[in-house]
């Protein structure tokens, strides 16, 4: 089980397309922390110029195959990526990920 601090470096595509985390039971807390997770993967996406495509199919294959409901950590997590997708170009939010 993957969990997140703070101070944790951004975990790989790899990671990502595995989807190690898991929520934590605090709905809230869980979606925070999905959205910061959204950050993270974006910004992996551009450092690493990957096929942001086969990423995300591997990545919710992952989560699809838990069976499971989705918790908060997923729902932040698309939340995230499906605004800085459907806003304008230039009212995009920032993905980058800024250190504290």
């Known amino acids: ?10 975990p790989t595509l790899r990671e990502f397309a595995s989807w190690p985390f898991h929520g934590s039971g605090n709905y809230t807390a869980d979606c925070a ?3 910061g997770l959204a950050r993270q993967f974006a910004s992996q996406l551009q450092l690493e110029d990957a096929d942001s495509s086969a990423v ?12 499971s409901e989705l918790t908060g950590l997923e729902v932040g997590f698309f939340t995230q990526l499906a605004r800085h997708l459907t806003a304008p170009a230039a009212a995009r939010p920032s993905l980058s990920v800024v250190s504290a």
């Open 33 to 35: 922390r999905g959205r």
């Open 56 to 67: 995300l199919q591997h990545l919710v294959g992952s989560i699809a195959k838990r069976g």
């Open 1 to 10: 089980m993957y969990l997140a601090a703070s101070n944790d470096t951004a």
